[in-house]
């Protein structure tokens, strides 16, 4: 299973201090690997995708066996506080593979790949101010 971490720096220059887990995305998904997370420039939205840590014996996946991701957000309101309101990003998952989520500067348009079509493939996804 993987799980997301966070590396702070006092500068652009100096050394990254000593990973630390993001234990709420840990805890939103016991079963589930967290992984390719986005943080926004002001740290206080995370884009992320999650998957089961091992596809269910039964499930159907596209990519032979693998278990699939989806894109989930959560928010904070300081930098200082945990992340709370993990949620699926509904309208973007499929059954498909749903990962590498990037959100542009301007906050208007998330980047992500999906296997939706049968192919990986780069998709856009309009994004609504918060």
Request: glycine letters at 4%; aromatic letters at 14%.
């Given at each position: 299973?993987?799980q997301t971490f966070?590396?702070t720096?006092?500068?652009?220059?100096?050394q990254?201090?000593?990973p630390v887990?993001?234990?709420?995305?840990?805890?939103?998904?016991?079963?589930s690997?967290?992984v390719d997370a986005?943080?926004t420039?002001?740290?206080?939205?995370?884009?992320?995708s999650?998957?089961?840590?091992?596809?269910?014996?039964d499930a159907?996946?596209?990519?032979?066996g693998?278990?699939?991701?989806?894109?989930?957000?959560?928010?904070?309101?300081?930098?200082?506080?945990?992340?709370?309101?993990a949620?699926p990003?509904?309208d973007?998952n499929t059954?498909g593979?749903e990962r590498?989520p990037?959100?542009?500067?301007?906050g208007?348009t998330?980047?992500?790949?999906?296997d939706?079509?049968g192919?990986l493939?780069?998709?856009?996804?309009?994004?609504k101010?918060?």
């Open positions: 299973m993987y966070f590396a720096r006092a500068s652009a220059g100096a990254f201090g000593t887990l993001v234990a709420e995305l840990a805890a939103a998904h016991p079963d690997s967290t986005f943080l420039d002001d740290g206080l939205t995370i884009f992320y999650s998957a089961p840590a091992v596809a269910p014996a159907a996946t596209p990519d032979g693998m278990p699939t991701a989806d894109l989930y957000v959560a928010f904070r309101r300081s930098v200082n506080e945990p992340f709370v309101q949620q990003l509904d973007l059954p593979d590498d990037f959100l542009t500067p301007d208007r998330l980047y992500f790949t999906s939706r079509d192919a493939n780069i998709y856009t996804a309009s994004v101010p918060r």
